[in-house]
């Protein structure tokens, strides 16, 4: 199988603050990770793709400053909402990308949702 | 650029009735294509993928896609609807590495 979790599953923090939400794949290695956005009765919204010791490319209009991506490792990317501020509050899902024996299948964690008060 | 069409943002039906979601995607070359289920306040589970092999796709939870590429279709479909199968479905194709997600359908089962 391919398993992909995310922690925490649901935080709660104040504005101003920071969070860093974690992605790892557990029994594959992914050089590259992806995290989406989703709001409420909505689609997932790609924020970025994360490669494995190399800078995470950015979709047009996502703050990169705000959003810090780190991939150290082909197992885990990190996602660090940096001042976060209530219209940050969403439902972030992370994504690994399994190319073993030729598929090319993207795998999604369970989910973090934030909620800034 | 792809886009993926998926008509109907809820569909209902009858517990034991036929389930059809339907997904169109345009895409110039064959590409690959995916359908993934979302329960409430959870990530996307993989429910099946065409990647150019059979037309025909099972996946898991007794669903299949049928892959026509003369209509750029890719709907699901379940025979007997289980109360179970509530939930919001995503059609995906792949561009290059990333995915492109249609709007997502929503199931109810009626009792």
């Known amino acids: 199988g391919a398993v992909v979790s995310q922690h925490p599953s649901w935080v709660i923090c104040k504005s101003g603050t920071s969070v860093k939400i974690e992605c790892r794949s557990l029994d594959f290695q992914a050089t590259t990770m992806f995290w989406y956005r989703q709001f409420p009765k909505q689609s997932l919204m790609l924020m970025a793709t994360s490669n494995e010791g190399s800078k995470a490319t950015y979709e047009q209009g996502v703050e990169k400053d705000k959003f810090l991506i780190n991939h150290a490792s082909l197992t885990l990317s990190t996602l660090t909402v940096t001042s976060a501020h209530p219209e940050d509050s969403s439902f972030y899902i992370c994504?690994?990308?399994?190319?073993?024996?030729?598929?090319?299948?993207?795998?999604f964690g369970p989910g973090t949702r934030l909620t800034v008060l | 650029a792809q886009s993926v069409t998926q008509l109907g943002s809820h569909v209902s039906v009858s517990e034991g009735a036929l389930v059809l979601l339907r997904c169109n995607y345009s895409s110039s070359v064959p590409p690959y294509l995916f359908w993934y289920v979302q329960y409430p306040n959870q990530g996307l589970q993989l429910l099946l993928k065409?990647?150019?092999?059979?037309?025909l796709v099972k996946g898991i939870n007794g669903f299949e896609a049928e892959f026509k590429k003369s209509e750029t279709s890719f709907h699901l479909t379940k025979p007997s609807a289980h109360m179970s199968d509530a939930a919001e479905y995503f059609c995906a194709v792949s561009e290059g590495q990333k995915l492109v997600f249609g709007q997502g359908t929503r199931l109810t089962i009626n009792p």
């Open positions: 994504s690994a990308r399994d190319i073993r024996a030729g598929t090319d299948t993207q795998y």
């Open positions: 065409y990647t150019s092999a059979a037309t």
